[in-house]
T-cell receptor
Framework: GQQLNQSPQSMFIQEGEDVSMNCTSS?????WLWYKQDPGEGPVLLIA?????ELTSNGRLTAQFGITRKDSFLNISASIPSDVGIYFC????????????FGDGTTLTVKP | GAGVSQSPSNKVTEKGKDVELRCDPI?????LYWYRQSLGQGLEFLIY????????KSGLPSDRFSAERTGGSVSTLTIQRTQQEDSAVYLC??????????FGPGTRLLVL
């Protein structure tokens, strides 16, 4: 089946630093989504990307849909302590086209 | 509006007992998913319901696991003869387009 390789697995950074994480796949996806999971909660959608090459921002977060449709990255600028959590990428095949495939997550720790 | 709700929020059971976990999706969402998340791990897909179509059960780890979705709304995940390795957080998500998923807070299951 389709698999996503998400990296890095974990990151330990200082408050104020920028963060970059990515997902790659051997298969093409039609959508890429990025979620964040706070401790003890369910994941929450951060950014959804629907077009190859698309670059979308949400506050300090920026994500891009790779031109090959096989990868995506998420950047966080000027990290703050509340950025702590697990970040998941998900690749989708299209509207009502079946379930998305999730990466294994990147665990982010921010030191004040 | 109301998000996805799950009950119970925590469940402690003895090995060998059956448990039922409930998910109330967002009204009008035709897709519903169940995932399992072990401590510090990613999301393990279990089962996916889409409208009136036959569910995708490809992620269920054994025949002790089953799920139903009644009337296209509420879903129940049943684990029979629970084992200690079933201890995890069970997350439910719903979607209106099978892409953007809205997660519930999860049920934390501990099998003693």
């Amino acid at each position: 089946g389709q698999q996503l390789n998400q990296s890095p697995q974990s990151m330990f950074i200082q408050e104020g630093e920028d963060v970059s994480m990515n997902c790659t796949s051997s298969s093409i996806f039609n959508t890429w989504l990025w979620y964040k999971q706070d401790p003890g909660e369910g994941p929450v959608l951060l950014i959804a990307l629907y077009k190859a090459g698309e670059l979308t921002s949400n506050g300090r977060l920026t994500a891009q849909f790779g031109i090959t449709r096989k990868d995506s990255f998420l950047n966080i600028s000027a990290s703050i302590p509340s950025d702590v959590g697990i970040y998941f990428c998900a690749g989708g095949r299209g509207t009502n086209a079946g379930k998305s495939t999730f990466g294994d997550g990147t665990t982010l720790t921010v030191k004040p | 509006g109301a998000g996805v709700s799950q009950s119970p929020s925590n469940k402690v059971t003895e090995k060998g007992k059956d448990v039922e976990l409930r998910c109330d999706p967002i009204s009008g969402h035709t897709a519903l998913y169940w995932y399992r998340q072990s401590l510090g791990q990613g999301l393990e897909f279990l089962i996916y319901f889409q409208g009136n179509s036959a569910p995708d059960k490809s992620g269920l780890p054994s025949d002790r696991f089953s799920a139903e979705r009644t009337g296209g709304s509420v879903s129940t995940l049943t684990i029979q003869r629970t084992q200690q390795e079933d201890s995890a957080v069970y997350l439910c998500a719903s979607s209106f387009n099978s892409e953007t998923q809205y997660f519930g807070p999860g049920t934390r299951l501990l099998v003693l």
